[in-house]
């Protein structure tokens, strides 16, 4: 059996955030196939079943980097936390930074999650990071912290390496960037690959093949396991060299035809 583990945003998703209909056929017939298909994004689960298309597919879903597992019947199979006293202090280091800071919890996203924030523009989302009140996320019972993203704006991507240097090291945690703007931050038990890995242990399966798909700097830790790795035509150039195939764009079907023509598996 081969394992198709498939990143969601500038992957699956074209520019309108949206499967097309090749995909979806080449989805099904892959199934048909008898192959593990994966959705395997940074995204949280709420965020990802809004899609139409998604809620028709009867496949697992990896969410927040790994850090929250669903089986195809969308059972929970798998939690990976950051500890509160530890999620404390990052904050704290995040706030001294002045980045605007994300937070996924059990309870949501506050305050907000990532993708309704694409179309904001600076002061919009300055106001929305130096208005929210922090404290009130702490005063949720039974409070589970899945990740924590820290933005910059486009125009300040330097300060990016600000954020790796400040926490690199110093908890026990994972850390890669979705989008050049960004740094996703979760368990150190949280990661794309694990999850692979964990989930092929979880269902007692042995996938002969691992094939992941990609566009972002959080892939990189699927392209790891994967005996076959393709970077997408809009990844980032040190994204593609990463890979060991690179396919046409998210806007021009490109994982349809990496499984057509590249991969040859139709």
């Known amino acids: 059996m081969k394992c198709l583990s498939i990143d969601l945003d500038g992957t699956l998703l074209n520019s309108a955030h949206e499967i097309t209909e090749e995909s979806q056929k080449v989805l099904a017939e892959l199934q048909e196939q008898g192959h593990c298909l994966i959705l395997n994004t940074g995204r949280a689960f709420a965020d990802v079943i809004k899609l139409d298309a998604i809620q028709n597919l009867e496949i697992p879903i990896f969410c927040v980097n790994g850090s929250v597992l669903y089986s195809k019947s969308r059972e929970l199979l798998f939690e990976a936390t950051i500890p509160l006293p530890v999620y404390k202090e990052i904050f704290a280091q995040l706030k001294e930074l002045g980045v605007g800071i994300l937070v996924y919890t059990n309870e949501g996203g506050f ?156």
């Open 111 to 266: 305050p907000s999650t990532l993708p309704p924030l694409h179309h904001k523009t600076k002061q919009e989302l300055d106001e929305l990071f130096q208005t929210y009140n922090y404290d009130q996320i702490l005063e949720k019972e039974n409070l589970k912290i899945y990740k924590l993203i820290a933005l910059v704006h486009n125009d300040e991507l330097e300060r990016v390496k600000d954020i790796y240097k400040a926490l690199e090291g110093k908890f026990p945690i994972s850390m890669a960037s979705s989008f050049p703007n960004n740094v996703e931050i979760t368990s150190g038990e949280s990661h794309k690959g694990k999850a692979i890995l964990r989930y092929q242990e979880l269902m007692d399966l042995s996938f002969e093949e691992i094939i992941a798909f990609g566009d972002g700097g959080n892939d990189l830790a699927q392209f790891e396991v994967a005996t076959t790795s393709v970077a997408m035509g809009n990844a980032p150039l040190p994204i593609q060299q990463r890979a060991d195939i690179v396919t046409k764009t998210n806007d021009e079907d490109g994982f349809a035809y990496a499984v057509r023509h590249l991969l040859n598996l139709l």
